[in-house]
């Protein structure tokens, strides 16, 4: 117990407070039980740390601790928490939950039997919580750390702090929004430095090892994440990386279930299951039109890469612009909208709201007499009308 108090201690005094995700102020930290999920390098062990410098006692009372610390291989994680609540403790950091084999049970004990503890976890993306083997769902609340908004980018690059804008108010709004960020920065070189290497807050460690970075993040995500969740042996996470380099390599990507299954190796039946391991995963993101079911035992009609850095990870040279603009308006809208692809037009959001996608020469023709429909040009600082800059709908969250 002592020596991972003094851990907490040391990565505590170690985390900077300089730049905070927007999630940190969202999150109700009243709550008894908090889960926070995300992908491998969104910066969710940054997040705990940070909570506990600035907002937690620093008397012994909180406490940081990372479930893959050899501790908890001969401790047991309720035996645990009980100590810690008896020597008086009351918040309870613990980071990677899913590396815990039986963490629904025990976050249930925890939860049902040590009312004065507060916990909060954090667990990849990937983790079915409320499919664990006790039920969480009246004890917890979750949620979802992103990759860094271009917002959020900005403030990394710049130190400048600029508010989030609803969906709504940004379409109703954009000219005006547009001109109050135009008079504090220069929005699109930024942008396109956003787009290759912006999406994970890591590259700040160096951006031409950034991508070498990033492909390891996705094989420790498919090595040890998907493993620690699914427990799937080596052959299957061997064919997930293929799958995954065969949709790299051509999206957007149409699947043709049975062709796919053939050049992956896996069979038809889990080939979906493992397209939405993937998405769930935020590895790649499979979207539907609005009339079609969404399940985990339902065809995609398209996929997309995740984000617009990984995209120039793994597509290399087929790094197409088209499907970059598509693929960053996707990974932005989706964290405060429903996705879904449009009749006519690229996206509907919330099914209501129809885009189309372009660069700065785009025309109106597919989108031509669709009520509540919008152009979304690149390469242009500030739109008119029904026209509005990509790079501002980085500005969701």
Same mark, same amino acid.
Do not use: C
């Given at each position: 117990?002592?020596?991972?108090?003094?851990?907490?201690?040391?990565?505590?005094?170690?985390?900077? %407070?300089?730049?905070?995700?927007f999630?940190?102020?969202?999150?109700?930290?009243?709550?008894?039980?908090?889960?926070?999920l995300?992908?491998?390098?969104?910066?969710?062990?940054?997040?705990?740390l940070?909570?506990?410098k600035?907002?937690l006692p620093?008397?012994g009372?909180?406490?940081?601790?990372s479930?893959?610390?050899?501790? @908890?291989?001969?401790?047991?994680?309720f035996?645990?928490?009980?100590?810690?609540?008896?020597?008086?403790g009351?918040?309870?950091?613990?980071?990677?939950?899913?590396?815990y084999?039986?963490?629904s049970?025990?976050?249930?004990?925890?939860?049902?039997?040590?009312?004065?503890?507060?916990?909060? @976890?954090t667990?990849?993306?990937?983790?079915?919580?409320y499919?664990?083997?006790s039920?969480?769902?009246?004890?917890?609340?979750t949620?979802?750390?992103?990759?860094l908004?271009?917002?959020?980018?900005?403030q990394l690059?710049?130190g400048q702090?600029f508010?989030?804008?609803k969906i709504?108010?940004?379409l109703?709004s954009h000219v005006?929004?547009t001109?109050e960020?135009?008079?504090?920065i220069?929005?699109?070189?930024l942008?396109?430095?956003?787009l290759p290497y912006?999406?994970?807050?890591y590259?700040?460690?160096?951006?031409?090892?950034?991508?070498e970075?990033?492909?390891?993040?996705?094989q420790?995500?498919l090595e040890?994440?998907?493993n620690a969740?699914e427990?799937?042996?080596?052959?299957?996470?061997f064919?997930?990386?293929? %799958?995954?380099?065969?949709i790299?390599?051509?999206?957007p @990507?149409t699947?043709n279930?049975?062709?796919?299954?053939?050049?992956s190796?896996?069979?038809?039946?889990?080939?979906?299951?493992?397209l939405?391991?993937?998405?769930?995963a935020?590895i790649?993101q499979?979207?539907?039109?609005?009339?079609?079911g969404?399940?985990?035992?339902?065809k995609?009609?398209?996929?997309?890469?995740?984000n617009?850095?990984?995209?120039?990870?793994?597509?290399g040279?087929n790094?197409?612009?088209?499907?970059?603009?598509?693929?960053f308006f996707?990974?932005?809208?989706?964290?405060?909208s429903k996705?879904?692809?449009?009749?006519?037009?690229?996206?509907?959001?919330?099914?209501?709201?129809?885009?189309?996608?372009?660069?700065?020469?785009?025309?109106q023709?597919q989108?031509?007499g669709?009520?509540?429909s919008y %152009?979304?040009?690149?390469?242009?600082?500030?739109?008119v009308?029904?026209?509005?800059?990509l790079?501002?709908?980085?500005?969701?969250y």
């Open positions: 117990m002592e020596s991972l108090l003094l851990r907490s201690q040391n990565k505590v005094r170690l985390v900077s %407070l300089d730049f905070q995700r999630l940190i102020d969202q999150i109700r930290w009243e709550e008894r039980m908090i889960g926070i995300g992908a491998r390098g969104a910066g969710k062990t940054t997040l705990l940070q909570h506990l600035r907002d620093k008397d009372t909180s406490l940081y601790a479930l893959d610390d050899f501790y @908890f291989s001969d401790h047991r994680l035996d645990f928490a009980e100590e810690f609540n008896l020597k008086g009351r918040y309870l950091l613990l980071d990677e939950i899913h590396k084999p039986s963490w049970r025990e976050l249930k004990l925890i939860y049902d039997n040590l009312p004065e503890l507060k916990i909060v @976890f667990s990849s993306s990937i983790l079915e919580i499919k664990g083997e039920d969480l769902s009246r004890r917890l609340v949620y979802l750390l992103p990759e908004s271009f917002r959020e980018f900005i690059e710049t702090v508010k989030s804008f709504q108010d940004l109703k005006e929004i001109s960020i135009l008079s504090e220069k929005p699109i070189p942008f396109q430095n956003y912006g999406a994970y807050p590259y700040i460690e160096g951006i031409d090892s950034f991508p970075k990033l492909q390891k993040t996705l420790l995500t040890v994440d998907i969740v427990n799937m042996d080596f052959e299957m996470i064919k997930l990386k293929k %799958l995954i380099n065969l790299s390599t051509s999206v @990507f699947p279930v049975s062709e796919l299954a053939r050049k190796g896996i069979s038809r039946p889990s080939l979906l299951r493992a939405d391991l993937l998405d769930r935020r790649i499979n979207l539907h039109k609005s009339n079609s969404i399940g985990a035992l339902t995609p009609e398209k996929i997309y890469l995740n617009s850095s990984l995209f120039y990870a793994l597509a040279n790094a197409q612009i088209g499907t970059i603009r598509e693929t996707a990974n932005q809208t989706a964290i405060v996705v879904n692809l449009a009749e006519r037009g690229d996206f509907v959001l919330d099914e209501k709201w129809v885009f189309e996608v372009g660069g700065k020469n785009k025309d023709a989108i031509h669709i009520p509540d %152009l979304v040009k690149d390469d242009i600082e500030m739109g009308g029904n026209i509005i800059p790079w501002l709908f980085g500005f969701l």
